[in-house]
Each structure stands twice: as structure tokens, then as C-alpha cells.
């Protein structure tokens, strides 16, 4: 590897067997650590010249304990573009989130799991990504969607969603297309929570995260002394979903050789092991995702046809949310509610111009990039709904030339009735409820049966209220 390629991690962290760990696991991603022990050696670390050439930084939380938000703020105001990543044990919601409004850019739970360090890091090094997009609590903490749980109507994601319920009660490999934050792996978490394998072991590999000369041993396992550091037998993670589900997100990346033998998996069900003699029969269900690059790899004939014939027995693509933007008012409400679950944080309404800015954005992180930016508005307003303030970057470039569409609302836009007034404070509930019974007469074309019917209300109480509000029958 060229010294350029090198890559500088800044390390805090009191456990010298943990440091060590995350050492080992940073070098395989090409990343060179400076390690300190607490926040005063981290400070001193910080006055060296190397200092001025770090990539990121890992701080644990244990390590500089009461001064973590405070060292956070400090690093922020010297390296204001540094990635800073926190480790923190599991159930510490309130640390990780106090934290993240330090300026954290990411947390990772402990213990460690190398391809999620090594995911992270890749993400931290990422120049092209937002400094201001978190991967956000929510997305790590809460449990798989069912088919019915999962927000969306626009007629494509319908489509995508029915082939993978299909899908989901057969046994061939599933194919998911999709560009990256669309929600790959939420559909694939729903195909096999809805599958007769659900409660059968089910083992997510992100291709891009490992390296190379790591990734078949990771995945068909090795035999002692196979290869230089192979000081033990490994199962690999085939073999341990062994008559359950593997997912393999972004399958495209793989090496040439590891197609190879996931071609003989899925034709022969039998996996060889790295340096084995003999092979192992498998009963196991592959689900896999990739990007529109994949299309780029297969025409430059860099991926045999084969493997794509086998992946694509059930083949669906998940439109960007650009596409469907119409469900963006809907997704931010259910984010909202799953975040307001989450230790540390509370319940917050969402204005509709608000949400109406929010539509009008191209979102080139799709579903992820939108979850990301309603959590960090979360974690910093201090209304009890988030206005378009709340969305400074994306306000400064909705209406731009190249990053998005003016705010002007469109004809039928269909956000609903408005609870919130524009400084973010709710409206009067008698105002409510007039346009949502002015809606409803509309909707219904005067028939105040129906719209009686609907409202769950008598006629009586109906002509009631039309009085009180002062409301026409022609509204």
C-alpha cells in the first residue's frame, strides 16, 4: 500500500486489549492509529504534527467518562471537519446522544464487530459524504419491519414490495437493485422476517467493507495454517447461517475468485473452505443487494453472467425517493415516532412547510440520508415541532440551481390539514377541527351522510359544529 493511501486515526481509549483490537482491525482498512488512554494524553497527542493529518478519531466512551461531550466540543472547535466516532456499550442512549450533539459524527456499540468499525471508518474517509448526515439511532436500534409496516404508496415501491412478499415464501435467491439509502435492507429484513426461515439464524455481510484478501475466509470460512495468520479453523458465515438466511449487501463488489464460489454455493450447495480438501454441503437462503453500478460492472464483463443469472432468480428495484416523493410527509412522521421511542429524546411534530421543503428536495442519500437529517433536526431543536430552520442545509439548497426544486407548493400536493403554525406552534384545535370537517365535505362533494359516517359523528352533532364553526354546507 502507498504511504499516500495511509489513512490517520486518532484512538482514546483506557482498555489497551480493546485498542489494540481496533488497531488491528483499522490496519487491514489501511489506516495507521495513534492511540491515547484518556482526554489529557488525547490533548497531548493533539499539540504533535501529526495532529494536522488525522483522518478521523474513535473516542470510547468509558475512557473519558464525564469529559467526553465537553473533549468532543473542544476537538469539533479545533478540527471542525474531523469524523469523530463514538464507542459506547449498548443501553447508553443518553451518553451516545449527548454526544452526537456534541459533534460525534457516528457511534459504534461494543463490542466491537470488525466490518462495522471498518464500515464506518470507510464512511468517515467518504469526502463526498455530508458532514452534517448521521446514521442515526433509530435505524440501529429498532427491530425489522414487516411488509405492512413499511411506509410507502407510490405505485413502483408497491411493486417492489409485492414481488418481495412473493418472494419471500420461496426459497430462491433474491435480487434487491436500488440506489444507496433506499432501503435495501429493510426490504431484505422483511422477506425474512416473513419467510418460513424467520426464526432461523439470518447473518448480514457488507461486501464493501471487507477487504479483499479477508472476504472468503470471512464468508466459506479456513482451514488452520491456510494462509499466513490463519493460526486456527474458522466457520465462516455461510456455514454458521447453516439452514438460515445470509444477506450480502453490495454483492457487486466482490473479487472475481469469491464470485466463483458463490456461483458453486448457489448451483451445487456446497461451499469449500480456504485451504480445505474437502467440501461442505449447505441449506441456506441468499438474499443479496446491490447498486445501479452493478449494470456498469455487468457490461464491462467484469462479473461473470452466470452469478447474475443466479442472484436474479427474483429480481426487484427499489425507486429512489426522489421518485416518490409524495411519501416523504408520511416516512418523516414515522421516523419522528420510532426516534421519540428512543431513550433521551421526546415526541416532535413536523410543520408542513417544513414538510413541503422536505419534498421538494432531491435527496441524494435517499430514505437514509432523510432519516439522518430528521434525527440530527431533532436532537437540536428545542420546539416541540421542527420548522424549515431546523433544515439548514437542506433549506440552503431546495430552489438552487443542480440541488433541487423551488418551495413554491405545487397544485394538489396533498400534504393535509396544517397543525402547526409557521414559528412551530401548534394551531387552535377549533381551527383544526374546522378544516378537517371543511376536508371532509369536499372530499365527500356535500354528503352529509357520509361525511357524518366518516367523521364518526352523528348528523345532529355534525350540523352542530357546522353552526359553531360557522362552516357552509359548501365548503
Known amino acids: 500500500m502507498q504511504e499516500c493511501d495511509i489513512r490517520l486515526l486518532m484512538l482514546v481509549d483506557a482498555d489497551p486489549a480493546q485498542s489494540r483490537l481496533v488497531a488491528t482491525i483499522a490496519s487491514r482498512a489501511g489506516w495507521r492509529t495513534l492511540c491515547a488512554h484518556d482526554a489529557a494524553s488525547a490533548a497531548a497527542l493533539l499539540e504533535s504534527q501529526d495532529a494536522l493529518k488525522l483522518d478521523a478519531a474513535v473516542l470510547d466512551q468509558s475512557a473519558l467518562g464525564s ?35 456534541a459533534g460525534a459524527a457516528d457511534f459504534i456499540s461494543k463490542p466491537v464487530v470488525p466490518d462495522h468499525l471498518i464500515a464506518a471508518l470507510s464512511m468517515a474517509a467518504d469526502k463526498t459524504t455530508e458532514l452534517e448526515e448521521l446514521r442515526p439511532l433509530s435505524e440501529k436500534m429498532t427491530q425489522a419491519l414487516a411488509f405492512e409496516e413499511i411506509i410507502g404508496s407510490a405505485p413502483a415501491f408497491r411493486t417492489a414490495l409485492a414481488i418481495a412478499a412473493k418472494a419471500a ?22 422477506i425474512q422476517a416473513a419467510s418460513p426461515r424467520a426464526k432461523l439464524p439470518y447473518l448480514k455481510v457488507n461486501c464493501g467493507a471487507i477487504p479483499g484478501r479477508s472476504i472468503d475466509s470471512i464468508l466459506f470460512g479456513h482451514e488452520k495454517n491456510a494462509f499466513a495468520g490463519a493460526f486456527d479453523r474458522q466457520m465462516g458465515i ?12 453490495d454483492v457487486d463488489l466482490l473479487p472475481p475468485e469469491t464470485r466463483v464460489r458463490l456461483v458453486r454455493l448457489l448451483t451445487h450447495n456446497e461451499i469449500t473452505p480456504v485451504g480445505a480438501v474437502h467440501s461442505h454441503r449447505l441449506d441456506i437462503r441468499l438474499l443479496s ?71 421538494h428536495y432531491d435527496w441524494p442519500g ?33 430552489g438552487s440551481p443542480g440541488h433541487g426544486r423551488s418551495t413554491r407548493a405545487e397544485p394538489n400536493e396533498g400534504i393535509g390539514v396544517t397543525l402547526y403554525e409557521h414559528d412551530g406552534n401548534m394551531r387552535p384545535l377549533e381551527d383544526i377541527e374546522a378544516d378537517v370537517i371543511r376536508l371532509a365535505i369536499g372530499h365527500y362533494r356535500g354528503r352529509m351522510t357520509e361525511v357524518a359516517r366518516r367523521l364518526g359523528i352523528g348528523r345532529s352533532t355534525l350540523y352542530r359544529k357546522l353552526a359553531d364553526l360557522g362552516i357552509s354546507e359548501a365548503a
Not at 455461510?238 to 449487501?249: S, W
Not at 460492472?297 to 426487484?316: C, K, M
Open 289 to 359: 443487494a446491490r447498486s445501479p453500478r452493478f449494470t456498469c460492472t455487468l457490461a464491462s464483463g467484469e462479473l461473470p453472467e452466470t452469478s447474475f443469472d443466479r442472484l436474479s432468480v427474483a429480481t426487484l428495484t427499489i425507486p429512489p425517493l426522489r421518485q416518490r416523493s409524495s411519501d416523504i410527509p408520511s416516512l418523516a412522521r414515522h421516523f419522528l415516532g420510532r426516534m421519540a421511542r428512543q431513550t433521551g429524546l421526546r415526541s416532535f411534530g413536523i410543520t408542513d412547510a417544513a414538510l413541503t421543503m422536505l419534498r
Open 169 to 190: 415464501r420461496g426459497r430462491s435467491p433474491v435480487l434487491i437493485e436500488g440506489e444507496n439509502g433506499v432501503g435495501k435492507e429493510v426490504v431484505a429484513d422483511a
Open 366 to 398: 435517499n430514505v437514509r440520508q432523510l432519516q439522518s437529517a430528521l434525527f440530527r433536526a431533532a436532537l437540536l431543536c428545542d420546539r416541540d415541532a421542527l420548522t424549515a430552520d431546523e433544515f439548514p442545509q437542506i433549506s440552503s439548497r431546495v
Open 238 to 249: 455461510f456455514q454458521q447461517a447453516e439452514g438460515g438466511t445470509v444477506f450480502l449487501d
Open 67 to 101: 469529559d467526553l461531550a465537553p473533549f468532543i466540543m473542544a476537538l469539533k472547535s479545533r478540527h471542525p471537519t474531523l469524523p469523530m466516532l463514538l464507542m459506547t456499550a449498548k443501553g447508553s442512549n443518553e451518553v451516545t446522544i449527548e454526544a452526537l450533539r
